[in-house]
T-cell receptor, first 116, second 111 residues
């Protein structure tokens, strides 16, 4: 069966420090991978998605970046965190490829990031 | 591009029914529904594709009207476990490989 691992679960970082969040998927190949962010009490904001190794689409031009060095690995990074980067970061995957989006998104357990 | 959900919050007694709406200003290719418990990841409920179909999942069902560019989620005889925040995710471009979510509807079920 497929599983998604996301770590760390919680993170407290000072303003200006770097960030690296990692997400890996097991039990499937060539998944679409996504990073969403959820501010406290708010909706799900799509940050980045990837349909293959090295292919990254950015939805929100901020001080965040994403990389996909391996088929089932997705990394979210920042060189210098801002207070506004605080939130609940969710990695997700799906098998949907082309055509209509007819496969569900499977979310990881998330990383709660607090920038102080 | 973000779909609009209504209402923003609902408070029900156990056993009552609820309807959550999701509207888009763009043509929709598919609509997804997810439920999120506080502090947890969203969990998939169902997908509706173009064609105006209605799907069901226990006492939770949904409809998709592509002409009106909207979907509705129906919760009948609500249970305490239905509490949470419901999100609709919309695909506004075929093959775009991404979902854009609404702002969520918080549902509270009281005994």
């Amino acid at each position: 069966s497929q599983t998604i691992h996301q770590w760390p679960a919680t993170l407290v970082q000072p303003v200006g420090s770097p960030l690296s969040l990692e997400c890996t998927v097991e039990g499937t190949s060539n998944p679409n991978l996504y990073w969403y962010r959820q501010a406290a009490g708010r909706g799900l904001q799509l940050l980045f998605y990837s349909v293959g190794i090295g292919q990254i689409s950015s939805e929100v031009p901020q001080n965040l970046s994403a990389s996909r060095p391996q088929d089932r690995q997705f990394i979210l990074s920042s060189k210098k965190l801002l207070l506004s980067d605080s939130g609940f970061y969710l990695c997700a995957w799906t098998t949907a490829k082309g055509g209509s989006y007819n496969s569900p998104l499977h979310f990881g357990n998330g990383t709660r990031l607090t920038v102080t | 591009q973000q779909p609009v959900q209504s209402p923003q919050a609902v408070i029900l007694r156990e056993g009552e029914d609820a309807v959550i709406n999701c509207s888009s200003s763009k043509a929709l290719y598919s609509v997804h529904w997810y439920r999120q418990k506080h502090g947890e990841a969203p969990v998939f409920l169902m997908i509706l594709l173009k064609g105006g179909e209605q799907k069901g999942h226990e006492k939770i069902s949904a409809s998709f009207n592509e002409k009106k560019q909207q979907s509705s989620l129906y919760l009948t005889a609500s249970q305490l476990s239905y509490s949470g925040t419901y999100f609709c995710g919309t695909e506004i471009s075929g093959g775009a490989q991404k979902l854009v979510f609404g702002q969520g509807t918080r549902l509270t079920i009281n005994p």
